[in-house]
């Protein structure tokens, strides 16, 4: 996941916002994801945002898109315990042989204390 | 709807020997791609098929290999495992190439 950096670690508190910070580096994306996976659990799709979009409300969830700093950030409103997970990003770049591969960044660990 | 499957679970082998996984995707879903998860790490790109047909293949040694079967399902084999393999591997479904990909539980692999 070189080409996908995050933040390793996250703590915040119940109730608070968390803010998960993802950079990419290929401005030729077509697809950005958000994955969660749970302790020796595979990896559950949250939300996704194409390209040609700014931002994506879901729920709890809010996903913010700067195409130009190639920055993506996932926002959890109402943290809750059971949030505590990885999260990882995800971009799609171009396809290459008619296949589109994500590449996957190392995760972000969120705690949540109560 | 039953999501992606995979089999087994767990599994555990000695350096040298060779092992299968299995994976079945949602129903509908014409692309399964494979995943190499280590430790600490994101998910690798390994295998990606559709229509039975290799449609991707990331910087794996020739010792890993893959099929699609007609129903979709898919296998992935490794030959002459060394411990640097152990690792969870995840298998996700899509319904083409360039869709949403859901994964599986994944089957976590130890080599010994």
């Known amino acids: 996941g070189e080409d996908v950096e995050q933040s390793l670690f996250l703590s915040v508190r119940e109730g608070d916002s968390s803010v998960i910070n993802c950079t990419y580096t290929?401005?030729?994306?077509?697809?950005l994801y958000w994955y969660k996976q749970e302790p020796g659990a595979g990896l559950q799709l949250l939300t996704y945002?194409?390209?040609?979009?700014d931002m994506k409300q879901d729920q709890r969830l809010t996903v913010l898109l700067n195409k130009k700093d190639k920055h993506l950030s996932l926002r959890i409103a109402d943290t809750q315990t059971g949030d505590s997970a990885i999260y990882f990003c995800a971009e799609i770049p171009p396809p290459s042989g008619g296949s589109y591969i994500p590449t996957f960044g190392r995760g972000t660990s969120l705690i949540v204390h109560p | 709807d039953t999501g992606v499957t995979q089999s087994p679970t767990h599994l555990i082998k000695t350096r040298g020997q060779q092992v299968t996984l299995r994976c079945s995707p949602i129903?509908?879903?014409?692309?399964v791609s494979w995943y190499q998860q280590v430790l600490g790490q994101g998910p690798q790109f390994i295998f990606q098929y559709y229509e039975k047909e290799e449609r991707g293949r990331g910087n794996f040694p020739d010792r890993f290999s893959a099929r699609q079967f007609p129903n979709y399902s898919s296998e992935l084999n490794v030959n002459a495992l060394l411990l640097g393999d152990s690792a969870l591997y995840l298998c996700a479904s899509s319904w083409g190439t360039g869709n949403e990909q859901y994964f599986g539980p994944g089957t976590r692999l130890t080599v010994t």
């Open positions: 129903s509908g879903h014409k692309s």
């Open positions: 945002i194409f390209s040609n979009m």
């Open positions: 290929d401005s030729s994306s077509t697809y």
